[in-house]
C-alpha cells in the first residue's frame, strides 16, 4: 500500500492557462475522489469515478473543469483558462466501495494562479 | 442533504490537557461520521469513524469519538494532548443509502502550547 499520490505537490500558473492535475489512487480501490479546499475551509467535494465510470459531475464548479479516469487507474483533473479563484488546494481521494465516506487522502495539489 | 457544523475555528490548549473538539450534524436520514486531521500542507488523515454500533469509538493517536443521535453530535476528545497534536481537524458526515459522498465541515484549528 503506496497510499495516494499526487502531482505536482505545487503549481504555479498565469490566469488564463490550462493546468492538469494527476491523481494514483491506492491500486484495490475502485473509487476516486476530488475535492477542492481554500484556506480556512473543509474540502469541497467535486467529482468522483467508480472504475472508469464518473458517476456525479455536477459538483464541478464550472464547465472549465474536467476529470477522467482512462481505465479505472489513476485520474486527471483539468482547468482550463484559470482564473485567480483557481487558487486551492486539489485533493484526491481513494476508497474501496461501499466505504461510507472513509477515504485515503493524497497530499494534494496546491495551486497558484497569478 | 446533510450538513455539518464545527462549532470552535481555534482551540487553544497547554500540553498535556484534555480537550474537545465539537462536531454537530444535521439530516433526515440515518448518518455515518468521520474525523479526520490535517497537519501542514498534507492531506487528511482518517482518525476515526463510527458506521453503527457501540457510540464510542476510539481511533488513531489517542483520540475517541461519541455519537449522541439525540443531540446530533459527534465530538472528538483526548484525555492528555501533545505538540504533536496540533493540527487542523475535520468533521464529516454521509448520509445512509446514497453515494456515501461525505460533506465536511468548516474545521477546527487545534493549538497545543508547550
Known amino acids: 500500500d503506496t497510499g495516494v499520490s499526487q502531482d505536482p505537490r505545487h503549481k504555479i500558473t498565469k490566469r488564463g492557462q490550462n493546468v492538469t492535475f494527476r491523481c494514483d489512487p491506492i491500486?484495490?480501490?475502485?473509487?476516486l475522489y476530488w475535492y477542492r479546499q481554500t484556506l480556512g475551509q473543509g474540502p469541497e467535494f467535486l467529482t468522483y469515478f467508480q472504475n472508469e465510470a464518473q458517476l456525479e459531475k455536477s459538483r464541478l464548479l464550472s464547465d472549465r473543469f474536467s476529470a477522467e479516469r482512462p481505465k479505472g487507474s489513476f485520474s486527471t483533473l483539468e482547468i482550463q483558462r484559470t482564473e485567480q479563484g483557481d487558487s486551492a488546494m486539489y485533493l484526491c481521494?481513494?476508497?474501496?466501495?461501499?466505504?461510507?465516506?472513509?477515504?485515503?487522502f493524497g497530499s494534494g495539489t496546491r495551486l497558484t494562479v497569478v | 442533504a446533510q450538513s455539518v457544523t464545527q462549532l470552535d475555528s481555534q482551540v487553544p490548549v497547554f500540553e498535556e490537557a484534555p480537550v474537545e473538539l465539537r462536531c454537530n450534524y444535521s439530516?433526515?436520514?440515518?448518518?455515518?461520521l468521520f474525523w479526520y486531521v490535517q497537519y501542514p500542507n498534507q492531506g487528511l488523515q482518517l482518525l476515526l469513524k463510527?458506521?453503527?454500533?457501540?457510540?464510542l469509538v476510539k481511533g488513531i493517536n489517542g483520540f475517541e469519538a461519541e455519537f449522541n443521535k439525540s443531540q446530533t453530535s459527534f465530538h472528538l476528545r483526548k484525555p492528555s494532548v501533545h505538540i504533536s497534536d496540533t493540527a487542523e481537524y475535520f468533521c464529516?458526515?454521509?448520509?445512509?443509502?446514497?453515494?456515501?459522498?461525505?460533506?465536511f465541515g468548516r474545521g477546527t484549528s487545534l493549538i497545543v502550547h508547550p
Open positions: 463510527y458506521l453503527s454500533g457501540s457510540t
Open positions: 491500486s484495490e480501490h475502485n473509487r
Open positions: 464529516a458526515v454521509s448520509e445512509s443509502g446514497g453515494s456515501y459522498i461525505p460533506t
Open positions: 439530516s433526515s436520514v440515518s448518518v455515518y
Open positions: 481521494a481513494s476508497s474501496r466501495y461501499p466505504d461510507h465516506g472513509g477515504y485515503t
